[in-house]
């Protein structure tokens, strides 16, 4: 069994991407990733507070705007607008949940598509649906949601095998499961997306050559639910008395699996990095645009 160290491929990628701003700088480029953040949840905040330090890290300018919790919807969009002209601004990021009452669906759609680097737009969410292959959607240098783009370059920096293999998402939201799932087709493998109302969960979670847990319920998946020598992905991120931990019982899951992510320290790393990544692909696709003018 081996241990998949998403901190330490993380880093590697932040440390292209340092080279990247800093040659974006140079030739007079703007990089910058402006946050959103309503109200004073505190697991938002240690978020956005992590995903500002890594601007900072790699050079992009951080444009930070708080709302109070009773902001309306009219307000959010209108930052984001304002957002959406501001040319300093590379990415915007609307950090999710809001508040109970507002429409989250809503503001996501003021956001202009190409400065869209949680790739949750419906524009973006269209284009990877579209796409026949992960070879187009990387020649398109398409906008990605993050956590499911980090789960794919982690099995490829691992060189796990996709093509042919049968990968289980078990999990279907609109942030992670669907996507990734997208993801997974657009690389050859044979999807099934699992859920709380899949029959036979642990047996179909089994066949799996690579078993994508994104479910929500802390240690869900044991070993029974893994067929051994697997590829394991938690995507997972549960706060109990004892600290983090992710939908995967790590010690159980580990008697079987073949490749695991641990929480911390796996999936989670690899999200702010692909953040950071496509702020500085949505600069970059702005430089060419304005090329061909």
């Known amino acids: 069994m081996e241990i998949i160290d998403g901190k330490k491929i993380a880093a590697e990628i932040k440390a292209e991407l340092k080279a990247k701003v800093d040659e974006l700088k140079a030739k007079g480029a703007s990089v910058g990733l402006a946050t959103v953040l309503v109200g004073d949840d505190p697991a938002s905040h240690i978020y956005v507070g992590n995903k500002i330090k ?3 890290e790699l050079g992009i300018e951080s444009f930070h ?8 919807e009219d307000e959010i969009i209108l930052l984001i607008k304002n957002l959406n002209a501001d040319a300093r601004v590379s990415g915007i990021l609307l950090q999710l949940p809001l508040p ?48 499911p783009l980090g789960v794919i370059t982690l ?21 992670v499961g669907k996507p990734i799932a997208l993801m997974l087709l657009a690389n050859d493998a044979t999807v099934t997306i699992a859920h709380s109302r899949t029959k036979n969960l642990k047996e179909v979670c089994a066949q799996a050559d690579i078993l994508i847990a994104a479910i929500g319920k802390p240690k869900f998946i ?68 304005h090329n061909t003018k």
């Not at 705007?65 to 309306?72: C, V």
């Not at 579209?130 to 993050?146: H, T, V």
Request: with cysteine; glycine share 10%.
């Open 222 to 289: 044991t070993k029974d639910f893994i067929k051994p020598g697997a590829v394991v992905i938690d995507v997972g991120v549960n706060r109990l008395a004892q600290g983090l931990c992710g939908d995967v019982d790590f010690e159980d899951a580990s008697k079987n699996a073949g490749l695991i992510t641990p929480v911390p320290g796996g999936v989670g790393q690899m999200t702010i990095a692909m953040l950071m990544k496509n702020t500085v692909a949505a600069a970059q696709k702005k430089i060419k645009l």
């Open 155 to 175: 099995l490829k920096k691992y060189k796990v095998e996709i093509a042919g293999k049968n990968a289980v998402v078990v999990g279907r939201s609109n942030l």
């Open 54 to 56: 890594t601007t900072k």
């Open 100 to 147: 109970a009452g507002q429409n989250a669906q809503k503001c996501i759609e003021a956001i202009d598509p190409s400065k869209d680097v949680d790739g949750l737009h419906p524009y973006s969410s269209g284009r990877l649906t579209a796409a026949k292959s992960w070879k187009e959607i990387e020649e398109q240098n398409l906008l990605l949601p993050c956590t």
């Open 65 to 72: 705007h708080p709302l109070l919790a009773g902001a309306t």
